[in-house]
C-alpha cells in the first residue's frame, strides 16, 4: 500500500509588523494629542516615537524580505491595484472642488488669493516630472547592474522630490499668512485638501526611497531582484502624473476669475 503523503504547512512568522503597526498606531494619537487635546509637548513625543517605530519596523522587514524572503514578482501588481485605489480617492475629490467650483461661482473670483503664484506651479510641475526621468535612469542602471549610477540617480530623485515638499510647504506658509488659509473658504479648503493630500503622497514616496536606497546601497537588493524598484518606481511615477491633474485644477481652474 502506498503511503500516504505527508504535508508540512508552511508558518512564517515576523517580529517587525509589531513596531511598524505601534508606529501608525501612534501617528493618529499624536495628531489628536497636538490639534485636539492641545498638549504640545506630548504630542512631539508621541510624533517621535511614531516615526521611530516606523523607520524600524519598515527597515527591518526590508532587509529581512531582502535576506530571508523570495520574490515573487507581484509587488509592481500589488502598486497598481493600490494605485487604482488612490485615483478612486482622488476622483472623490476632484468632484468635490468642481461641485464648489459650480455652485459658488459667483463667490469664486473674490476668493481668488492675489499671491497665488502660478509660476511656481510651473516649477513644481517641472521639479517632480524630472523627478520621473531621474527614477527611471535609477532602475535601468539597476537592472544593469551599475549600483553606484542607481544611486546616485536616486539621490537625486530624492533631492528633487524633497525640494518640491519644502517649496510647496512654503506656498502654503505665504498664502496662509495672506489670508487664504484652510477653512476660510470652498477654494482655500479644497487647494489645501489636494494638494495636502498629494503631498502627503510625495512624502510616502520620499519615505519608500529611502528604504529602496539603503537596500541597494547595502548590497541587499541585486539587479536580478528588482520588484521593490520597479514598485517603488511605478508609485513615483503615480504621484508626478496626479500632480499634473492637481496642479491644472486648483491653479488654473481655480484661479481663472
Known amino acids: 500500500m502506498a ?18 503597526g505601534l508606529g501608525i498606531l501612534l501617528v493618529p494619537i499624536a495628531l489628536t494629542a497636538y490639534f485636539a487635546w492641545q498638549v504640545k509637548p506630548v504630542a512631539v513625543l508621541l510624533g517621535g516615537g511614531a516615526l521611530a517605530l516606523l523607520a524600524i519596523g519598515l527597515g527591518g522587514w526590508v532587509r529581512e524580505f531582502f535576506t530571508r524572503g523570495t520574490d515573487e514578482g507581484v509587488g509592481t501588481i500589488a502598486v497598481g491595484a493600490f494605485i ?22 459667483d ?8 499671491n497665488l503664484n502660478l509660476r511656481l506651479a510651473l516649477w513644481l510641475t517641472f521639479i517632480l516630472w524630472a523627478s520621473s526621468g531621474t527614477i527611471l535612469m535609477a532602475e535601468r542602471a539597476m537592472e544593469r547592474g551599475y549600483k553606484n549610477a542607481s544611486l546616485s540617480w536616486l539621490a537625486v530623485t530624492f533631492a528633487l522630490g524633497l525640494l518640491f515638499v519644502v517649496l510647496h510647504m512654503n506656498e502654503w506658509r505665504h498664502l ?3 489670508g487664504f488659509a484652510l477653512g476660510s473658504n470652498i477654494y482655500a479648503t479644497t487647494f489645501y485638501s489636494l494638494t495636502g493630500v498629494h503631498t502627503s503622497h510625495v512624502v510616502v514616496g520620499l519615505a519608500m526611497q529611502v528604504f529602496l536606497i539603503g537596500a ?3 548590497g ?3 539587479s536580478a531582484r528588482t520588484t521593490f524598484f520597479r514598485a517603488s518606481s511605478l508609485y513615483w511615477h503615480f504621484v508626478d502624473i496626479m500632480w499634473l491633474m492637481v496642479a491644472s485644477n486648483v491653479y488654473l481652474v481655480g484661479g481663472l476669475r
Not at 503511503?3 to 511598524?20: C, D, I, K, R, Y
Open 3 to 20: 503511503q500516504a503523503a505527508v504535508h508540512h504547512g508552511e508558518h512564517e512568522t515576523s517580529f517587525w509588523p509589531l513596531p511598524t
Open 84 to 105: 487604482a485605489s488612490e485615483v478612486v480617492i482622488f476622483g472623490t475629490m476632484f468632484v468635490a472642488f468642481w461641485m464648489g467650483r459650480i455652485v459658488y461661482a
Open 220 to 222: 541587499l537588493m541585486t
Open 216 to 218: 541597494v546601497a547595502t
Open 176 to 178: 496662509s499668512e495672506g
Open 107 to 114: 463667490q469664486w473670483a473674490a476668493w481668488i488669493p492675489g
